[in-house]
């Protein structure tokens, strides 16, 4: 969804919601932490959550805060404790399912994260918290078994060389209807044909424009978020203008989804997570933190497209550069 964020949106807002602002009178230690935490001042933070833990052991959201710092700061296996801890305080609630399954998935345990995924799609929690999890889902559930068995069938016909289904208009067709079976079969033809032409046209690997498309929309064309974002690629209205496209026709969309993501990379210097994290907030808020920015709907987009396209890239296939540099990082 490209430039949707809202400019000053800081970590804070898109990490829990309003629960800052349910927290009760006497959390300052919390309000605190959450304050460094935005400004990047995570060892303070960290000090901070750990003191509000103290204060309020049976408080879940100081343990979320608490473990959601020290993921940040490198320490999995704290991070890991501190979010259990979350999770056997309040079972059912949806944020912290979400960040549970999120370091899961960062520390390889796909089908932990899955699970915990499913229950935070269960749970109460906002349409934003939901649609992450739908997105966190996507990219770390089963791929659709129409792709596995075309791969099986490329590896039969090459006899052991480099699979041809990266270059295979058939393959992002079974890939569209596997992930939206509702594709009639001539659109899902059309997608495939635009998607694998306008990714040689633009020299990308469509695995990766597949993976931002999956998490984007799940290849469904009429796709609308909440935020105004439209179709396969969803593009926003202002960026759907300035490409020339038409956002709900899939051929236009895909052009302008993946020339501007190539924009993107070529403005980042083909730094791939830079490029997603601009693709889903814009260029100037990539900019101006210098890095991904500090909202936690772009930080787990970022991770969600780049995950997916690992798993993508594992099948037997064609290496290219965004695999080489993906790899490194």
Known sequence: MTARRRPGAAVVAGLCGAILLAAP????????????????????????????????PTDPYAWLWLGVVQFHRGDVLRAHRSLARAVDLAPHEATILLWQGHLLARSGRAEEAASAFRQALSARGSPEVRQMAEQALRAVGPLPAPLEAQVAQTRALTRGRAAAWVLSVRSYELIARSYNPRLAAREADLIAHALLGYSRQFNLDPRLVVALVVIESGFRPTARSRAGAMGLGQLMPETARALGVNPWDPVQNLYGTIR??????????????????????GRGAVERYEG??????????????TALYRRLLAIPGEMGELRRRLGEN
């Open 292 to 305: 991904i920015p500090p909202y936690a709907e772009t930080q787990w987009y970022v991770a969600n497209v």
């Open 25 to 56: 009178a006497d959390a300052a230690a919390l309000r605190d932490g959450a304050a460094k935490f935005a400004q990047g001042r995570l060892g303070d933070a960290e000090a901070l959550f750990t003191l509000a833990t103290s204060q309020r």
């Open 260 to 281: 501007y993501l190539r924009g993107a990379l070529d403005h980042f210097r083909w730094d791939a997570h830079l490029a997603l994290a601009a693709y889903n907030a």
